[in-house]
């Protein structure tokens, strides 16, 4: 079992950036592939951005290709989310997750959950 820990999260004006971590406990955090989701108010949890294990591969959703990066440090077991030219519609709370197969999209398909980490972009 793996625990994950978001933080980074915040205020910030439109245009701006913000970086999130994922920290995750217990063993073989270089096993899993890691993704990022997020979750506005009234809204299903949409997926952002996968990462493979090592680090090599990643795939994001059309909405924020370009815009963001996601990138892992295995010997700190740790997932990170660059977020640059932030927007108003970037606001939400934004979930790290666990996952055994490179490339899913639906948060079903992913195992363990951290609690979430809100950020909101003010126009």
């Known amino acids: 079992q793996v625990q994950l820990v978001e933080s980074g999260g915040g205020l910030v004006q439109a245009g701006g950036s913000l970086r999130l971590s994922c920290a995750a406990s217990?063993?073989?955090?270089?096993?899993?592939?890691m993704g990022w989701f997020r979750q506005a108010p009234g809204k299903e949890r949409e997926f952002v951005a996968c990462i493979n294990r090592s680090g090599r591969s990643t795939y994001y959703a059309d909405s924020v290709k370009g815009r963001f990066t996601v990138s892992r440090d295995n010997a700190k077991n740790t997932v990170y989310l660059q977020m640059n030219t932030l927007k108003p519609e970037d606001t939400a709370v934004y979930y790290c997750?666990?996952?055994?197969?490179?490339?899913?999209?639906?948060?079903?398909?992913?195992?363990?959950w951290g609690q979430g980490t809100q950020v909101t972009v003010s126009s």
């Open positions: 997750a666990t996952d055994t197969v490179y490339g899913h999209t639906r948060p079903s398909e992913y195992d363990y």
């Open positions: 217990g063993r073989n955090f270089g096993s899993y592939v």
